[in-house]
């Protein structure tokens, strides 16, 4: 620990921490900055975050004598007898210039900026107070709408030249893909020999930006940023589990999914596929919102109690025949849940996908169970297809639970299915129509509480952002149900009502 | 004691009989009876002929509604209509801010992209008149004079659907607005005085 004054006020600080990080998030103060980003490399660009360093001397016959400079205090660590002014006439007053520098070419798009309401820009400029500009001259005219590949934009008038998105490409992927070219004010972000972006990482570029000149062509227009509701969740595309905001539009619709800070997991950054990929979630077609049961061959909906019953009575009757597979995507608690259900079972336990091959040295793995680790702590067995394709044929009655496996079995297993009776609890009927014999609609993992375990073996909690359709429910309390459904048909008591 | 001495005796007719049985004295406040002049009656009658009679000498100022129309002034806050400028373009950028201030939340914008420098307009904008309290909050937040309350008070219809009004409803050209954007940029201007 180091002594060091803050605003005339003595206060210990770790050392050798970095002195803007110390004064922002421990001591709140808030100090704007643009080019700092606490997971790249400093380099104290922007001047936003000048503060005064008072330094005082002993001269030699013992007159103290005290020197006052602007620094920027993110490229300052944290060290014994520092001593700083945040907000000193001197220091306030270098950051409005610096900030009204920026503000200078900066064009008046908010109304159109997919990053207002989250924009540093904004935030600053009404902190620092300047609201009108003082420049008569035109301002510069700049590309507005620079195709960087399949998920970024950029619009040259709006950046800053803070160059976090150069130092992210350097530093977190190790590969440069964005350079300064020119010089002055002719200075501006271009892709190498204009190539589309590469990489599983680019879309991290868009909350990396301070500004809206770096935003998701698949986010473009869609929503404001104020009309979103972050819901804490964990991604389930892969065995990381990184920790995510699921953001959810005023219709109960997912607009965007991006990172949530968690040092211990992904830090700052989520890969592209979890960044991506969730238009699932707000499928409303093919979704089943009701229970179907097969009723003189046909598959009808029923009443969920109906549903649950029949599933009930069609498990215990099937007793040892029993082939009980779930979706790696259940929950810990789901995963026990389904368990006690299917105790009888002759096989059981939860479908494990190959490797995708996506993985990478950054946060990417190749498995793509976000709950291997809990589900086999809860003691269900992985299942290969081998052991599944053998085991099907012998098996009276099939039992799918969870979201999607019906798109993570291989045909070659729905097949085998296909000729069995099957209870089926999903999202959606898939190919299966056939076999079915009742249909429960299961939820999705952005509807559903629960705890994945990662892949380090780290319990993390996601939690419902959506409503689950109709009569859909979270997985678990059907399996719950039907549990209790068959331990009530199995003493006999339904049969005495 | 019975609880009936409790209550005030002002209110203790409307219990109905004492306790003992008997009916509670009444006292009636008002005048009952009618005196003379009121019983013939006749003076009110002359009066009011006398009243008809000079208004049937009066200009008449009932308007035929609703095919004569009423003069209105800029201030009247009536359904609200999308700007359209004269080539064609509609202001609106979707913002999304009236949106967001709408206390009925009668605003839904589909954002949409167009290939103007202004990049972005509504692909659908619906407003929704029946929870619409024409408050105006969204002509004040919107940041780009493209919605205004117009002076159209009729909105009345005989079917749910045809209350939501799409963008093509919408959609009024500007110059017929002129008048109550100079009106309220008059008014914000003596509002939104910046404190000094
Ligand atoms: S970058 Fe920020 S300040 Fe600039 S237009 Fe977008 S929201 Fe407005
Ligand atoms: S007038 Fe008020 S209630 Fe009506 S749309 Fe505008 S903001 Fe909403
Ligand atoms: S505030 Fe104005 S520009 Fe913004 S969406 Fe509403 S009408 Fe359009």
């Not at chain 1, 507005?144 to 970024?152: A, R």
């Not at chain 1, 045909?411 to 959606?428: D, F, N, Q, T």
Request: aromatic share 6%; hydrophobic share 35%; proline share 7%.
């Amino acid at each position: 620990m180091a002594k060091i004054k803050v605003n005339g006020r003595e206060v210990e600080a770790p050392d050798g921490a970095n002195l803007l990080l110390f004064l922002n998030d421990t001591l709140g103060l808030n100090i704007p900055h643009y080019c700092f980003h606490p997971a790249l490399e400093k380099v104290g660009s922007c001047r936003m975050c000048q503060v005064e360093f008072v330094m005082r001397r002993k001269d030699p016959d013992g007159k103290e004598s005290v020197r006052r400079v602007l620094g920027v205090s993110c490229r300052e660590t944290v060290r014994d007898g520092l001593e700083v002014e945040t907000h000193g006439e001197a220091a306030r007053r270098a950051r409005k210039e610096a900030m009204e520098f920026l503000l200078v070419n900066h064009p008046l798009d908010c109304p159109i900026c997919d990053k207002a309401g989250e924009c540093r820009l904004q935030d600053y400029a009404y902190q620092t107070g300047q609201l009108e500009g003082r420049t008569i001259e035109p301002r510069r005219k700049e590309e507005k709408l620079v195709d960087l590949g399949e998920v970024i934009l950029l619009d040259r008038e709006r950046c800053i030249l803070c160059t976090r998105c150069v130092r992210f490409f350097k530093h977190f992927e190790g590969r440069a893909q964005l350079g300064v070219v020119e010089r002055g004010d002719r200075s501006h972000i271009a892709a190498f020999y204009d190539q589309p972006l590469t990489g599983n990482y680019q879309g991290n570029l868009a909350d990396i930006c301070p500004v809206g000149a770096l935003t998701l062509k698949k986010f473009r227009f869609k929503q404001r940023s104020w009309d979103l509701t972050p819901v804490p969740s964990i991604c389930p595309l892969c065995s990381r589990g990184c920790n995510i905001f699921v953001d959810v539009a005023r219709h109960g619709v997912v607009r965007r999914i991006r990172p949530r800070l968690e040092p211990e997991v992904n830090g700052y950054f989520i890969c592209d596929q979890g960044r991506l990929e969730f238009d699932d979630l707000n499928m409303v077609e093919e979704r089943l919102r009701f229970a179907r049961v097969r009723r003189e061959g046909r598959l009808v909906e029923r009443p969920m109690e109906e549903a649950l019953a029949e599933a009930a009575r069609l498990v215990r009757e099937a007793g040892e025949g029993l082939l009980a597979l779930a979706s790696p995507f259940l929950t810990v608690e789901e995963g026990e849940a389904f368990l006690a259900l299917t105790e009888k079972a002759g096989f059981k336990g939860f479908w494990s996908p190959p490797p995708t091959g996506l993985g990478d040295r950054h946060l990417r793995t190749d498995d793509p169970c976000p709950n291997r680790r809990g589900l086999e702590k809860a003691g269900l067995q992985a299942v290969h297809k081998e052991a599944l394709a053998a085991a099907i044929p012998s098996a009276s009655l099939v039992f799918l639970a969870g979201e999607r496996i019906l798109r993570l079995l291989p045909p070659e297993v729905l097949s085998l299915c296909a000729v069995k009776h099957v209870i089926l609890l999903e999202r959606v009927l898939g190919g299966l129509e056939g076999a079915v014999q009742v249909a429960l609609p299961g939820a999705s993992w952005a509807e559903k509480s629960g705890t994945f375990v990662n892949a380090d073996g780290r319990k993390q909690r996601i939690s419902p952002a959506l409503r689950p359709p109709g009569e859909a429910a979270p997985d678990g309390r059907i399996l719950e149900e039907i549990r209790r459904l068959v331990l009530l048909q199995g003493s006999g008591k339904e049969e005495e009502k | 004691m019975s609880g009936y001495d409790q209550v005030p005796e002002a209110a203790r007719p409307f219990l109905g009989p004492t306790p003992s049985g008997k009916p509670v004295p009444v006292k009636v406040l008002r005048k009952d009876r009618l005196d003379w002049k009121e019983k013939v009656a006749l003076i009110e009658i002359f009066k009011g002929m006398g009243f008809t009679l000079r208004e049937m000498f009066r200009p008449r100022f009932t308007i035929q509604f609703p095919e004569e129309p009423f003069p209105r002034h800029p201030s009247v806050k009536g359904r609200p209509v999308l700007a359209k400028n004269p080539d064609g373009s509609i202001r609106c950028v979707s913002c999304g801010l009236c949106e967001f201030v709408c206390p009925a939340r009668a605003i839904t914008i589909d954002p949409g992209e167009t290939s103007d420098p202004i990049q972005r307009e509504p692909r659908d904008f619906q407003i929704d008149m029946l929870r619409c309290i024409l408050c105006g909050m969204c002509e004040e937040a919107c940041p780009e004079e493209a919605i205004l309350m117009s002076d159209e008070l009729l909105m009345a219809t005989d079917a749910r659907p045809k209350a939501l009004h799409h963008l093509e409803d919408l959609l009024v050209p500007v110059e017929k607005l002129q008048e109550r954007i100079d009106y309220t940029k008059r008014m914000y201007r003596k509002w939104n005085r910046p404190q000094s």
